[in-house]
């Protein structure tokens, strides 16, 4: 990938983050920041590719604890955000 | 990469871009993870049928296949991460999510940081333009420093850690962040003695550790209160270290998610700022919290307390009832008697609402989630500006388990702490109500005039134990 589509990523990338949550009622507040955590939780993939291609026991070592502490991130945010905002289902708003 | 694994990650990116969108409001948050979730399915499928990067002319060791033994060893960490993630996440009490979604955002910024280490430990990163190790390193800066950062947020929101101020802690911070700012700089670059007289790997590791302690020590002298604030700040540093990495590894479904989690994370960390009336330097760096010993003024009159029956029998001949509910509410699990006894009121024909606090409880919206769980409809709920003109017209007003957004020394004393934060105007009610635990002050250590009004009247006592009561006698009336 050129660097320079890269920076055009990002910065596309920052605005629609930014634009997704200008509006969010404070209720959401929390749910909100535990959904965003479990979307973070993409770097799975990354521990996953990086550990795929480990060469050596350190770098294995390190793979693993990397693939672990994601599974945590990615499981543990699903869980806890879809408990928190299974409290707003087919509640009338508005 | 092929058009199969290209497609699964796109749409993988844009189901975990709608998810977020669906999860900033109400009527589609529900949806909203569940949407996320399968995005997340999908990437990880795309990254098990192909688990070579996309490096282009930058890989070493582009289209080198994965062994079955290392697919497997992958399979069993995520387990070995995953169980045990499940397990918590289900089983722990709504009010101790905060802490959960603390320790688990900590280990995905601990898990960006692991991808840069592996990076520079093999020397990928230094197989292509220096942007590729700087970029590492910056990843695993942000992603460590949040990972410690986050853990001590764990430790606090549970309670097996208080707030720990060193005298000189600024500079001691500074000269730390400087050093491993300079361990950084020497793991750019795979010179053979190291740029500072030490092998790389070795700067490396030093680096890592340097890291984590920064996080860590960088915590220590926030308070409990601000911890949601300090939350969302990591949430949004691990999703720029998740960004950075994907960089590295050039994965863009790490760099989109990555940097729309940053964004919006660096946004949500204002809203919640901006709801508990603080601004982010401040949380940062300043040390709110010290005055504990705040001055305890004009409050030579006493409390007056009133049984759970009594309370019950003045609400049940009112008309108008509005409850401010807060974390003792939370803390007694009272949220389904609670409703169950609105319920009961509302068969008489009394009008009840809920006025919510931004920040009552732990955590921003906490109170709405508990209520939302009790079954309690979101037109009951009302948020602060919305109801504040209405608590001169009620008859009664309930505080539950509420302190310091209810106190109105935060309108009339500037010497207090909690001077100018928007607070419920329970005390322009005809009558207060204060259902409270035992006589203590509230979190911010203030005390509360409110309490002492002659137009309040406490019913001590946890709030499960009162409301069952109330519930009891309002089936006698």
Known sequence: MNGFIALYIFMTAAFAGYEIITRVPVILHTPLMSGSNFVHGIVLVGTMIALAEARGPLEVSIGFVGVAMAASNVVGGFAVTERMLEMFKSKKNE | MSLATEALYFAATVLLIL???RMS???????????AGAGMVLAVIAAFAFSTRGYGMYSP???VGVSWPRLGLIAVAVAVGGVPAWWTGRKVAITDMPQMVAIYNGLGGGAAATIGAVELYSGHAYS???AFPVIAVLGVLVGTVAFGGSLVGFLKLQGWMGTVRIAGRHAMNGLMLAAVLALGVASIFRSSPGVIGMPVSWSISFFVLGSFIVGFLATLPIGGADMPVVISTYNACIGLAVALEGFVIQNPAMIIAGTVVGAAGSLLTFLMARAMNRTVRHVWFSDFGDQKAAAAVGLAQTMKSLEPQDAAAIMAYSDDIIIAPGYGLAVAQAQHKLWEMVQMLQKRGVKVRFAIHPVAGRMPGHMSVLLAEAGVPYDLIYDLEEINGDFAN???ALVIGANDVVNPAARTDKSSPIYGMPILNVDQ??????IKRGKGSGFSGVENELFFDPNTQMVFGDAQRVITKMIQSLKEI
């Open chain 2, 25 to 35: 409001s109400p009527r589609s948050a529900r949806s909203g993870i569940l949407w």
């Open chain 2, 61 to 63: 060791l582009a289209g």
């Open chain 2, 19 to 21: 998810g977020l969108k």
């Open chain 2, 128 to 130: 292509g333009p220096l």
């Open chain 2, 429 to 434: 009610a005809k009558q207060v109500l204060v």
């Open chain 2, 394 to 396: 009620a008859d009664v």
